[in-house]
DNA sequence: CGGGTGTTTGAATAATGTCAAACCGAGTGG
DNA sequence: CCACTCGGTTTGACATTATTCAAACACCCG
């Protein structure tokens, strides 16, 4: 599937970089500390989609800031299938891992085109002795990564297949959605394919089309090149077994 | 079940804290550094098996290093099933999510007695102000956690019930024989029940039975009344789709 | 001896996967 | 403008995996 083609998002310098704030360097002071990050970071990239930022096994010498695009986060099992661990937004920061120069234990897959910007992973230790607020956002992050994977594998592991689907979608609505629009759109870009939802869920793609024409045809939400379209979001979050939902009729 | 009565563990002091390098408390160096920690923590407390440090949607006041015992994190899902999210070894740091003060996001249940010490969750991010390399190993805690969670989502999503619950007591077995253990044990004790392993893997207790009843006659492993016997690692490792094992024969 | 918790067993059933073929729409090259 | 290919989706028949239900069992503990 091929998704509109956009311009890659790429700021000119880190005084006016969209996702400051969602990202690592939050904690830094726009002046002198924001200089720092400036001279730290290696600059930006673009990859088109279906890139990786890097494989799972392989030494990966960067760290990422997500700029603009989709990325997946996966891992491979031996069997052949692919779990996905993970959906990344723009704001993300990608690439941490507790030892930092080992092999990558997953890998990070460009769903649409992306724009990131580069950290060396080699010089990190150091820019967190200087700040370590960063340290400290760090945690929160990855306390937030934590906790998404903690609702994923309850996802997984708890919930009948159409469950699975309807919270996944939800919970990518409910992110996409974030406070920041004022007029909440129940009409929203998701560049997946089934065979990702598949893949994220521990399903098939085949059985994914299935669930998908069920809930389609039950009015509750249409998926389809990429868009989803809520129709019926108190009976969706009902079957999807979602708490925090709020969603604006029409 | 029950499991075999041991006396708690419990430092008198911080400067004995038998976890003080695995937990959050690393950093702080041995002088008057552990002396601020003392000073924070609230004390310590010993729970009996079955009791829940804290439990999801419950605002909880504290956090806890385990000090000795196990633990398992855990959601109920709407229909009633529980995942298991992760079982907790001593050392951990328990209860850390990103919104301190919120509801938990899961909860905390005690497999075995346990002995905990006591963190003020309100008092945490000025403990954190003061020295912030807390929150560098906090990170690095946290980015730990996230691993794990997605190597069991990859674990739930992707393989089928046997490898699974090969690739769980795998697991289980090598964080128990660590390094430090001079000689390895392929006899360990793993205090759950087949209840806990299905709710970990997304299956049934009964399921879980039938499974283990089969590697047990494959001559692989024997998982009984709280013991885990590697017969096979090699075999194992194979079905389980295992990496990291290094097991001596025995 | 009796009760509770955990385990085992078997049979019937439901959920999900597999395989194979057809379909659909977008992009490409003639 | 057509035919072709390609990735993604849909469909149906069928196989398999895992769940459910129910009963019996085993064991520890009081």
Redesign the pocket.
């Known amino acids: 599937?091929?998704w509109p083609k956009k311009l890659p998002v790429i700021p000119t310098s880190c005084g006016n970089c969209p996702i400051r704030l969602s990202t690592v360097c939050r904690p830094l002071a726009a002046g002198s500390q924001l200089d720092v990050v400036q001279k730290f970071k290696t600059g930006d990239r673009v990859l088109a989609a279906?890139m990786d930022l890097f494989r799972p096994g392989e030494e990966c010498k960067e760290f990422y800031n997500l700029l603009d695009g989709w990325v997946a986060l996966y891992q491979i099992s031996h069997?052949g299938?692919r779990q996905i661990l993970d959906f990344l937004l723009p704001g993300a920061f990608v690439g941490y891992q507790p030892e930092l120069l080992d092999a990558m234990s997953y890998g990070a897959a460009c769903l649409t085109d992306v724009s990131v910007c580069v950290f060396p992973r080699r010089d990190f230790p150091q820019l967190l002795e200087s700040y370590p607020a960063i340290g400290v956002r760090l945690a929160w992050l990855n306390s937030h990564s934590t906790i998404n994977a903690y609702e994923n594998l309850t996802n997984v592991g708890c919930?009948?297949?159409?469950?699975?689907i309807a919270h996944l979608l939800l919970s990518l609505y409910v992110r996409i959605n974030r406070p920041e629009q004022a007029a909440r759109q129940n009409d929203v870009e998701i560049p997946?394919?089934?065979?990702?939802?598949?893949d994220a869920?521990?399903?098939?793609?085949?059985?994914?089309?299935?669930?998908?024409?069920q809930l389609?045809e039950r009015n509750l939400l249409i998926?389809?090149?990429?868009r989803l379209k809520i129709l019926d979001p108190d009976g969706l979050a009902n079957i999807a077994d979602f708490d925090q939902l709020l969603v604006v009729g029409g």
Not at 159 to 164: D, F, H, I, Q, T
Not at 203 to 212: A, E, G, P, R
């Open positions: 599937m091929t279906g069997n299938r919930r009948p297949a159409e469950a699975r997946l394919t089934q065979s990702h939802i598949a869920l521990g399903l098939t793609n085949v059985y994914v089309s299935q669930i998908l024409k389609r998926f389809r090149n990429g």
